[in-house]
């Protein structure tokens, strides 16, 4: 019987016969560079990491293969690759995964030949030429190694160190290698993976125009968006196609470091809006129209929006706080500067509507001369169309208000009642309107009041007080909180 059996099994393995029996054997080495690319996509997020999508022509042979596949980013997340073939029948099976980022470096190659000889040339001027020393590297510590040089043990040793090779496990470039079953000799391979190192931002030039003269603070404005990328992962995407996701997408994943080159910039400037919009799951997607390349350690500027005619309102906003219900204080603050907003509707009607990404917004006038002058910045939030937007500028310089309190009862113990006058000085040769806003907690009550009021919502009242050139308005109000139930 076992004689039977021996020999059917020596007859099955001369037919190649077996599930594996033409993979046997040691595998066949290969490797893959970007030069083979087929095509690149680029998907930039918010939180500086990026979606690379590449597909490469391959030419694996068949059965066991080692492929190292090259030219990847320095950054990649090894744990998120995703490879597979595009041919028909999918004739690949993917065996194992491996990523090496050991990257050749002299401290490194170094260190890779303690306990080993090496040469080393030294330029002798008497004879004209390099002097050559056999020398053991007994140990390498911050770079500096320690020599076994003839009889003599030293370090700092003055001459130029030749290695033989390199050794097989330091690389000279972050590479995935995989051990794969081929089934056909050349194919295409879509490699997918998440690496950080991407990044992207918006960044806004609003332009504004004259001021209406009634004192409302309307005036219209020109506003151009652009995206700011940058790509610090080492490693270049020649004629990519390019989509941005604005908003917050959720990731776990342990906190990581990364190192920022931006001293390249390469600005493309068109007067083309160049990326469409669309929503996409809770988030939006930007795509640009065309290709374009993010090169290794390059920052690159693409126009992402235009409007003309844009209607904006500079609002001069006074703001209380709610802790000056809380007691007696007499006078509280004494010209006190008044902080100065832009508020930008954003919808089709004002010329925009488009979803606006997060990022900064810088805001230019042209002076008397014509010559513009930059007025202010702030940052914006991922702001959706018919949304409005509020753009702190900075404070008025001519514009100051006083707050005084002027009488403070105490009823009972839970509840106060206090007068209050605010005063508004404007000193510029126009007529201006001043936004008060009073913060408040508690239970409250305006029991009188020189200007009408608004109540925001259950902790906020304003006044809107209108202030002549050179003039001074002043508002007067009693209110009474109840402090518990």
């Not at 993010?294 to 235009?306: G, M, Y």
């Not at 844009?310 to 006190?336: D, E, K």
């Not at 304003?462 to 050179?470: C, E, I, Q, S, Y």
Request: hydrophobic share 35%; glycine share 8%; net charge negative.
């Amino acid at each position: 019987m076992r004689r039977a059996l021996l020999a059917s099994f020596l007859a099955l393995a001369a037919c190649g016969g077996g599930p594996s029996a033409k993979n046997a054997g040691p595998a066949t080495s290969r490797i893959s560079r970007s030069d083979t690319r087929r095509s690149v996509a680029v998907t930039v997020y918010n939180d500086g990491f990026g979606l690379v999508r590449e597909i490469r022509d391959v030419d694996l042979g068949t059965g066991r293969v080692s492929l190292e596949f090259r030219d990847v980013s320095s950054q990649i997340e090894s744990n998120t690759v995703h490879v597979k073939s595009l041919a028909k029948g999918h004739p690949l099976s993917i065996l194992e995964q491996n990523y090496r980022y050991d990257l050749l470096s002299p401290e490194k190659l170094l260190k890779k030949y303690e306990g080993k000889k090496i040469k080393l040339q030294r330029w002798n001027k008497v004879i004209g030429k390099d002097e050559e020393y056999e020398a053991e590297v007994l140990s390498v510590n911050d770079n500096q190694p320690v020599l076994k040089v003839g009889n003599e043990i030293t370090y700092g040793f003055p001459a130029r160190f030749s290695f033989p090779e390199v050794p097989a496990n330091l690389i000279a470039q972050p590479t995935l290698v995989w051990l794969l079953d081929s089934e056909a000799p050349k194919q295409p391979l879509e490699v997918t993976y998440l690496t950080q190192g991407f990044g992207w931002s918006a960044d806004y030039v609003l332009t504004l125009g004259d001021e209406a003269n009634d004192g409302s603070g309307m005036s219209t404005a020109d506003l151009v968006g652009w995206v700011t990328l940058r790509n610090d992962t080492a490693t270049s995407y020649e004629n990519a196609k390019l989509k941005l996701v604005a908003g917050n997408v959720q990731r776990v994943r342990e906190a990581l470091t990364k190192s920022a080159s931006m001293d390249d910039r390469d600005e493309e400037v068109t007067e083309k809006k160049q990326f469409n919009e669309e929503s996409f799951f809770e988030y939006h997607l930007y795509t640009l129209d065309r290709p374009t390349s993010l090169l290794s350690n390059e920052q690159k500027q693409v126009t992402l929006l235009e409007g003309h005619g844009i209607h904006v309102h500079r609002q001069l906003i006074f703001y209380g706080a709610s802790y000056y219900y809380r007691g007696s204080y007499g006078q509280i603050v004494s010209n006190q500067k008044v902080g100065v907003y832009l508020d930008i509707k954003n919808e089709e009607a004002n010329h925009l509507g488009m979803p606006l990404p997060k990022g900064t917004i810088r805001v230019y006038k042209s002076d008397k001369s014509g010559a513009g002058q930059f007025v202010g910045e702030d940052a914006i939030d991922h702001t959706p169309r018919d949304e409005s937007i509020r753009v702190k500028m900075g404070e008025s310089f001519d514009v100051v208000g006083d707050r005084k309190q002027t009488d403070f009862k105490q009823i009972s113990d839970c509840v106060d009642e206090t007068t209050w006058e605010i005063a508004l000085r404007n000193h510029k040769d126009v007529a201006d309107e001043v936004l008060v806003y009073e913060p408040i907690e508690g239970d409250w009550e305006i029991l009188s009041s020189s200007l009408p009021f608004q109540k925001k919502d259950a902790h906020t009242f304003t006044f809107l007080a209108k202030v002549g050139a050179r003039g001074e308005t002043k508002i007067t109000y009693r209110v009474r909180v109840r402090w518990c139930s």
